[in-house]
Nanobody
Framework: QVQLVESGGGLVQPGGSLRLSCAASRTIFSINAMGWYRQAPGKERELVADITSSGSTNYADSVKGRFTISRLNAKNTVYLQMNSLKPEDTAVYYC??????????????WGQGTQVTVSS
């Protein structure tokens, strides 16, 4: 079964930190780019950050300087370190795998989502 498993969400106070993790199942052999998206209630899903297999990163303006994406290619795992969290960061965060290679071919995959709530 092909899947992305996320962990690390939760409730944190403003100014706090959280670290999200996303691990791809072993049925995924390689992934071009891995990233994190988020969707707040009533809003469209938006890109937070992504990272290519060579390590190039891209961040949404709203998280630059606060969030850091990293990746462990050998395990097809991606992390999102979130610091200085703000209430507007509250959303469901989704892991995304771009052009993932499996025995079935190449396609994109999404994780199930993990809730991040920033509130005092």
């Amino acid at each position: 079964q092909v899947q992305l498993v996320e962990s690390g969400g939760g409730l944190v106070q403003p100014g706090g930190s959280l670290r999200l993790s996303c691990a791809a199942s072993r049925t995924i052999f390689s992934i071009n780019a891995m990233g994190w998206y988020r969707q707040a209630p009533g809003k469209e899903r938006e890109l937070v950050a992504d990272i290519t297999s060579s390590g190039s990163t891209n961040y949404a303006d709203s998280v630059k300087g606060r969030f850091t994406i990293s990746r462990l290619n050998a395990k097809n795992t991606v992390y999102l370190q979130m610091n200085s969290l703000k209430p507007e960061d509250t959303a469901v965060y989704y892991c995304h795998a771009d052009n993932a290679v499996t025995v079935r071919g190449i396609k994109d995959y999404w994780g199930q989502g993990t809730q991040v709530t920033v509130s005092s």
